[in-house]
């Protein structure tokens, strides 16, 4: 088995037209997992899923339903037995997939927070994130537009920033992007619920016309990641 497990996360803008580049990086650096927000998948009026299938992966989306542009997906490597635990309940852009190696039981999620979201959906938003820490080491990935955290300091100006704080806070988790992303701006977020779970964040290159740069992180599965939580039973 491997000794750990790649990511790739970003936001498309609409992944048709990267979809070739997509396939061509995940063979060229032989990537595990691939979270991708805005992807713009209409699969219910307009795409067929065999369109966005990546060999060797499945693919597990959650499309923005009545209205142009958002959704998001997880591709995740068929060794990882990847399966799907969103939950069915909500309009919150969001995947969540539990992975189990060899050494390793992983829930890994993709979250799309379009700008702006009103302390409601903010709500929403935080009680599936909260869900998707069950029982279980996490890896958050996603673009929640959050611009004005200054993750050094963990300090946040206006409410939707102390929001997004009080639930790291609250959940002992890290987050590990510490360069931007889009111009200025970190808005593509590595959040984990153990530190040595991930490690090698770099903020890359543009994937095609995007306008937000690739996130690569490693998790690594040697690491055994038990030892200090206490594990609910189901």
Request: proline fraction near 3%; aromatic fraction near 6%; include cysteine.
């Amino acid at each position: 088995p491997k000794k750990q497990i790649k990511i790739v996360s970003f936001n498309a803008r609409s992944l048709r037209n990267k979809i070739t580049e997509l396939r061509c990086l995940a063979l060229t650096e032989n990537i595990d997992v691939i979270a991708v927000t805005e992807t713009f998948i209409d699969t219910i009026n307009n795409d067929l899923i065999y369109e966005y299938s990546i060999e060797g992966f499945k693919f597990f989306n959650k499309d923005r339903l009545n209205r142009r542009g958002g959704g998001v997906a997880l591709y995740i490597a068929t060794w990882l037995n990847p399966v799907e635990i969103t939950p069915k309940d909500t309009n919150t852009e969001h995947v969540c997939v539990k992975v189990t190696g060899d050494e390793l039981a992983v829930n890994i999620s993709v979250t799309y927070r379009p700008p702006g979201q009103t302390q409601e959906l903010d709500n929403e938003m935080y009680r599936v994130l909260q869900q998707s820490l069950h029982n279980s080491e996490s890896v958050i990935l996603g673009d929640f537009n959050l611009p004005h955290i200054d993750w050094q300091t963990l300090n946040g100006v206006e409410s939707e920033s102390h929001r997004m704080l009080e639930f790291i806070e609250d959940y002992f988790l890290r987050q590990l992007v510490s360069e931007p992303t889009r111009e200025n701006n970190i808005l593509d977020l590595v959040i984990v619920s153990q530190d040595h779970l991930i490690n090698n964040v770099v903020v890359g290159e543009h994937l095609g016309s995007c306008d937000h740069k690739v996130v690569r992180a490693v998790i690594n599965t040697a690491t055994k990641v038990i030892e200090n939580k206490t594990l609910v039973p189901n």
